[in-house]
T-cell receptor, first 113, second 118 residues
Framework: AQSVAQPEDQVNVAEGNPLTVKCTYSVSGNPYLFWYVQYPNRGLQFLLKYITGDNLVKGSYGFEAEFNKSQTSFHLKKPSALVSDSALYFCAVRDTYGQNFVFGPGTRLSVLP | DGGITQSPKYLFRKEGQNVTLSCEQNLNHDAMYWYRQDPGQGLRLIYYSQIVNDFQKGDIAEGYSVSREKKESFPLTVTSAQKNPTAFYLC?????????????????FGPGTRLTVL
């Protein structure tokens, strides 16, 4: 069965500092990994995905994520955080055998001015 | 949120009533999904549909029903059998369907409906 863990409920970072939001996963086959962001009372917005190829994936709004197969991780990163990045971030995984996404519990990112 | 609309944005229901949440997409996607989101939890899949006139139960289908009579529409009915229906409901769609998506397709989400039972 597929599963996703986001070990931190909350991440606080100062504006201008680099940020990392962690995600680890478990799948049976090859993983397809996604990051989404959710602002208050809104739907989820797609940020980026890893399907195959380069382990470093670049996405929207300056975010990137690094796929690490040996550590089964897909951490979300940004070199310089903005206050407007404050939101709820979800990691999701799908494998070649699964029909659907499995979402992590979410990590709330707060960027402090 | 572009391409997927959900209505209403807020919905209030009395106990014992059925209510229907609307989800429409103009992205020509085959697959559509309904999720429930509760505070502090991730999204949980209620139902999904890969093609018109076909749908499958997700992880928490009890107390819910759906239909997929048109490709563009996937309404969700929250029945009186759902014990704790107060939640934020999200609809999503993706390109893949029975034509053979292998999980690479991105799901795109609507803006959500917040349902409150009074």
């Amino acid at each position: 069965a597929q599963s996703v863990a986001q070990p931190e409920d909350q991440v606080n970072v100062a504006e201008g500092n680099p940020l990392t939001v962690k995600c680890t996963y478990s799948v049976s086959g090859n993983p397809y990994l996604f990051w989404y962001v959710q602002y208050p009372n809104r739907g989820l917005q797609f940020l980026l995905k890893y399907i195959t190829g380069d382990n470093l994936v670049k996405g929207s709004y300056g975010f990137e994520a690094e796929f690490n197969k040996s550590q089964t991780s897909f951490h979300l990163k940004k070199p310089s955080a903005l206050v407007s990045d404050s939101a709820l971030y979800f990691c999701a995984v799908r494998d070649t055998y699964g029909q659907n996404f499995v979402f992590g519990p979410g990590t709330r990112l707060s960027v402090l001015p | 949120d572009g391409g997927i609309t959900q209505s209403p944005k807020y919905l209030f229901r009395k106990e014992g009533q059925n209510v229907t949440l609307s989800c429409e997409q103009n992205l020509n996607h085959d697959a559509m999904y309904w999720y429930r989101q509760d505070p502090g939890q991730g999204l949980r899949l209620i139902y999904y549909s890969q093609i018109v006139n076909d749908f499958q139960k997700g992880d928490i289908a009890e107390g819910y029903s759906v239909s997929r009579e048109k490709k563009e529409s996937f309404p969700l009915t929250v029945t009186s059998a759902q014990k704790n229906p107060t939640a934020f409901y999200l609809c999503a769609s993706s390109i893949d369907g029975l034509a053979g998506g292998v999980g690479t397709d991105t799901q795109y989400f609507g803006p959500g409906t917040r349902l409150t039972v009074l």
